[in-house]
């Protein structure tokens, strides 16, 4: 497996570096934005590490440019433990978020599930199973029993977000601009209101869901 780590701090990326492959990762390095961007994109990497502080732009930035192309897991690491700093970077479409200082052994592990949940096998799975529901990514249709379940177009295309990222935190900023587009990032009435009508439609029992969650402040996801 392939790791870009993404840190301004020498030291630091040095010492991740050295570990990472000991742990059997090839691991290459970018110590700003720019250089990150570039890497990404030649590389291909399993999973972006990224620092948030960097010279020459946001990490957020760095995450938002990377989401305009691709999916490629991305674990920011940064000394920033504000709350509001971490909900910017998983709405921005960061999968998950480490403080520093941590314990590489943690870090290692966070690593190794981010590639799992972002596994190419799971896109191509074209029917998905969840308690009562059968969901046909293919052929855009659900079934809740055995009986088909009538959909609007926008309600659609919000559950097929979910369902293929399911098991994985989808943020409130990237399911908007997946499902609406970018001029709706900040419509988050939005959500409330489809997730409210999609439970109704897919949920035995809407007010305790069991597949559509919502992370609060977060996102959403979606569980089997």
Sequence with gaps: MKVLVVDDEPGLAHALAITLRASGWEVVTA??????LRAAAAHTPDVVLLDLGLPDMSGLDVITAVRAWSRMPIVVLSARQHG????DALDAGADDYVTKPFAMNELLARLRAAVRRAAPAQEDEPVVTAGSLTIDLARARVLRDGEEVRLTPTEWSMLEVLVRNRGRLVGRRQLLQDVWGPGYSDETHYLRVYSAQLRRK???????????????????TFEV
């Design 202 to 220: 897919l949920e035995d029992d809407p007010a305790h869901p069991r597949h559509i969650l919502t992370q609060p402040g977060m996102g959403y």
């Design 31 to 36: 110590s700003d934005g720019a250089s990150a």
């Design 84 to 87: 509001e700093d971490k909900v």
